[in-house]
């Protein structure tokens, strides 16, 4: 019997447990004839003779490895839940976005064992998953913000279809057919993990091992998945953080502008500060303010910007606003957008050739139309951002305000003036003055 012990010392403690009893359960590992090796429970149950003699010994067993394999998998997946959980810990103090990608990237090559790492960000709006930060070939880090996929094929299709969210791939050139100059030519074992805030997807966790070779573990891929659905709920969480954060920023910004624009008294100084603000603090290429004229039901030009990004003199110009700069009023929202104003507005004048981003937004004074704010990324192309366009909306509020007010400061300081001026030509009257005296004094008046 005791030659079936994996472990010869095994024998000695078990003799040992049969003199201090007559019963004895003990769990070792055992030899079968073919030299295979399993776990058994072993009751052993001493048989003496009338005299109190060791007869024989009663001996059954069980097969215990079944239970002994999934007791030492709960071990160890109790470890991994407890490393996801630092993880998940380490990457919820994330206050930036950026700050927790690296966190992210940091953790599965550094903690979870894998050669390469590529987190890519989910677009709702255009369906794509952007890269956002990734390893090279040779083992750098990469950040390209320019590297996007569509969700309609490929591993990120096969990640959103299937139910446990993730996709892994054993031979990913061969199944791909990549050809020798694609980036991921030689990449064998490839997983892609779906990263989640509850439902909402939010992006996701690409990795291989093209560095070592090595296979991917299925307590590798187990790692991953776990650790995918902290790191959904932490980028989440920081890059509503970093929203609030910008928003508190553009609101501060938006207030600071209008408590400027507030103080100036001028007409004109108004309007040229709303320019400049729209540009320097907003981050416009161009910009332009049309007044609205409601006798002739046209838009009257006041300083605007050139194809060089140079301040014009438009007070000048009269337009229907046909355009864009009409549509502003239109809209429930007080503004319109398009990505493209050339293809949009075709054929477009000059001054808006190649025009592509472009934004107009209405003022008002309460329920009163005061005018129109156009701007545009000529310039530059970039695109306008949702932020861009929520600062300049806030701001039209303000500046709406503060253009009808500085007409309401002109219009009465006209009439003080007036008054004033009214004031002298009646005590010019009641003077005794010889007729040319008075014509004198009263043009003097006039012209002063």
């Not at 550094?110 to 090279?136: H, K, M, N, W």
């Not at 791939?169 to 694609?182: F, G, I, K, Q």
């Not at 920081?238 to 609101?251: A, N």
Request: aromatic letters at 8%; glycine letters at 6%; a negative charge.
């Amino acid at each position: 019997m005791f030659d079936h012990l994996a472990d010869a010392n095994d024998s000695a403690i078990i003799l040992k447990l049969l003199e201090s009893s007559e019963t004895v359960v003990y769990e070792t590992r055992w030899k079968r004839r073919d030299g295979s090796v399993f776990w058994g429970q072993v009751a052993f149950r001493t048989v003496k003779d009338e005299r109190g003699n060791v007869v024989s010994y009663e001996v059954s067993i069980i097969d215990t490895t079944e239970r002994r394999q999934a007791e030492e998998a709960l071990k160890e997946r109790q470890k991994l839940l407890e490393k996801v959980l630092k993880w998940g810990q380490e990457v919820a103090q994330a206050t930036g976005t950026e700050e927790c990608l690296k966190s992210i990237y940091r953790i599965v090559r550094e903690e979870i064992g894998l050669d390469r790492v590529g987190i890519f960000v989910y677009d709702p709006d255009r369906e794509v998953a952007c890269r956002v930060l990734g390893t090279e070939r040779d083992g750098s880090v990469v950040t390209s913000p320019n590297v996007e996929f569509d969700l309609k094929g490929g591993e990120f299709a096969k990640v959103v279809q299937s139910p446990e969210g993730y996709a892994h791939t054993a031979d990913y050139t061969a199944e791909h057919n990549l050809p020798p100059e694609h980036p991921m030519y030689g990449v064998k074992e490839h997983v892609v993990v779906a990263m989640k805030a509850g439902e909402k997807l939010v992006g996701f966790l690409c990795a291989d091992n093209l560095l070592t070779q090595r296979p991917i573990t299925p307590t590798q891929i187990e790692a991953l998945r776990l650790f995918a659905s902290y790191a959904g709920v932490a980028f989440e969480n920081s890059r509503l953080l970093e929203e609030r954060r910008q928003r508190t920023e553009l609101l501060e910004k938006v207030y600071r502008v209008a408590r400027e624009i507030s103080r100036v008294t001028g007409l004109k100084a108004c309007i040229l500060q709303i320019r400049n603000a729209v540009i320097n603090e907003f981050g416009f290429d161009r910009a332009a303010v049309w007044l609205y004229d409601p006798e002739t039901d046209m838009f009257c030009g006041t300083y605007g910007t050139g194809r060089n990004g140079e301040l014009t003199d438009e007070w000048d110009q009269r337009i229907r606003g046909d355009r864009s700069v009409r549509r502003a009023f239109a809209q429930p929202s007080g503004f319109f957008h398009t990505k493209d104003y050339e293809a949009t507005f075709a054929p477009a004048p000059p001054i808006m050739e190649g025009v592509k981003e472009h934004i107009s937004v209405s003022l008002w004074a309460g329920d009163k139309p005061v005018g129109v704010i156009t701007a545009d990324m000529l310039l530059t192309q970039r695109k306008i951002t949702p932020e861009q366009i929520e600062a300049l909306r806030l701001f039209a509020s303000y500046a709406g305000i503060a253009i009808e007010n500085a007409r309401l400061v002109e219009a009465l300081q006209r009439q003080t003036n007036e008054l004033e001026l009214l004031n002298r030509l009646i005590r010019l009257a009641t003077q005794r003055l010889d007729p040319d005296s008075t014509a004198r004094a009263v043009v003097k008046e006039l012209e002063g």
